[in-house]
């Protein structure tokens, strides 16, 4: 079981040093809890200790992966005011737990705090860190008294939001290496192996094959061009992503077109399902909660989609009418909004209909990637092998003429 050092404060606000073993981080910030301790540092014990790993400290406030998550930071803040804390000691105690990035947002989000400002409208001066559908939920756990209760639930979801994106970018690793090295081996090839081959067959006076001489005029190309003839093409792929993103009429038929494909639409369905269905138990009414929801959405056709249902909704029309009206949702996903309805539990409906399209989506891509890696590795091979019997034939050419 993993050891933690702790630096707490005890019952008369002195700092108290010790070890503690527990199953995870926040599991040792409980246990400290419960011993009457409120941790000022809570870090694992690490195998080397003194300068370098002050060094590695240092270095991880830097990376992406070195800040702390926003799950932490809520489940932390959630406990200190379940547990009689301030919201500003809880703020003062979060922002010295954090690396130094991190720490001067907490700190400074207190500040706004005790000068009279809602937790929700300090949070707002920071997007990157707490995204617009959660600002709205902290405002109205902000009014009903519940923020601990709240800032415990988005912690979790953030979790589990953050293990679904972290499968599918773990599922992604392995064919991007086989399409990195391939297009390594295949530049190296062209650029390098074929111009010394033609200077061989420009000295003996031989004619080139076709290919040989197509492949010849690529490689001097890539030669003449160097690294940039690989990045220029990202460069375009890029600026096409970017002319999408900035045209709205480009990108609505973009959108549209995704919404088609299954995986896709289930996606974005689960994407959506889970945040409304979380709000909805968070105690936020629908319209509200469809509003923030449909920010969430990547999909501005879909969000299209959602906003004019909203306002339908807000007139006094059922949602899986209004849903049902447009004629672009599932069957099932509107019998389960029915369903939900009629039994008054649509929240928990969604959060469960949220679970089996999250579990079909990740089954549909650990298929699609187990067939893209065979898939890759035999389009790689079949180049290089296209490349290296351009490369042999007029070599074997030569033999002969030589003999």
Known sequence: MPTFQHVSLDAREKKTKGFIEAE?????????????????????????????TKKLSALRDYLPWGRMRLAESFYYLGVLLQSGHSLAKG??????MSNARASRVWLNIRDTVESGEQFSKALTAYPRISPPVYVAMIKVAENTGKLGQVLERIAKNEDRRSE????????????????????????????????????????????????????????????????????????????????FKRIPRWRVFLDRML????????????????????????????????ESS?????????????????????????????????GVFPEVYILTLTSGQKAGRLGSFLLRLTHILERDVDNTLKRLVALAEPLLILCVGLIIGFIVLAIMEPIFSLTTLVK
């Open 24 to 52: 995870s981080r926040a599991r040792a910030f409980t246990l400290l809890q419960d011993k009457g301790l409120t941790p000022l540092d809570l870090s694992p014990v690490a195998a080397e200790a003194g300068a370098k």
């Open 91 to 96: 703020l003062d105690l979060i922002g010295r």
């Open 294 to 326: 449909a920010q969430a959405v990547s999909s501005m056709f879909f969000r299209q989609k959602i906003l004019e249902a909203m306002e339908e909704v807000a007139a006094g029309r059922p949602l899986d009418r209004v849903f049902e009206k447009q």
């Open 259 to 290: 919404w088609k494909v299954p995986v896709a639409q289930k996606y974005l369905l689960a994407r959506f399902s889970g945040m409304l269905g979380f709000q909805l138990e968070a105690g936020i009414p629908l319209v509200q909660a469809m």
């Open 164 to 243: 679904a994106t972290g499968r599918l970018a773990t599922a992604l690793v392995y064919p991007m290496v086989i399409l990195l090295v391939g297009m390594g081996a295949v530049y190296f090839l062209l650029s390098n192996v074929l111009p010394k081959i033609s200077d061989i067959f420009a000295a003996s006076k031989g004619s080139l094959p076709i290919t040989t001489s197509l492949l010849l005029s690529i490689g001097k190309t890539l030669n003449a061009w160097g690294p940039a003839a690989l990045l220029v093409p990202l460069l375009l792929l890029l600026m096409a992503v970017y002319a």
